[in-house]
């Protein structure tokens, strides 16, 4: 069975820390790109950053970039989302996904698998 398994949200203050971790099956895992989407309330479901399989690419939206980091370790089967210098509106539920065939990697409907989301809460 396909799973992705999310962990690492909380509250934190603002200019905090946070790292999102996502745990996939190896089936999951090989060969494919891992995305985060974020979602607030009352808000759609958006990109927050991707990885290729072998860690080539990374994307990130332009309000995450510089502050999020994204990486993965194959032989664990994890992508991270290390998310520094946190701000209120990063406020949302996030989300690990991924996909083998990526044509367009910030819209949700390429992926193929997700995992269950994790609160993240920054306050002022």
């Known amino acids: 069975q396909v799973q992705l398994v999310v962990s690492g949200g909380g509250l934190v203050q603002a200019g905090g820390s946070l790292r999102l971790s996502c745990t996939a099956s190896?089936?999951?895992?090989?060969?494919?790109?891992l995305g985060w989407f974020r979602q607030a309330p009352g808000k759609e479901r958006e990109f927050v950053s991707a990885?290729?399989?072998?860690?080539?690419?990374?994307y990130y939206s332009d309000s995450v970039k510089g502050r999020f980091t994204i990486s993965r370790d194959n032989a664990k089967n994890t992508v991270y989302l290390l998310m520094n210098n946190l701000k209120p509106e990063d406020t949302a539920v996030y989300y690990c996904a991924a996909g083998r065939i990526i044509n367009a990697i910030t819209v949700p409907s390429e992926y193929d698998y997700w995992g269950q989301g994790t609160q993240v809460t920054v306050s002022s």
């Open positions: 190896e089936d999951t895992f090989s060969g494919h790109v």
């Open positions: 990885i290729t399989w072998k860690a080539r690419d990374t």
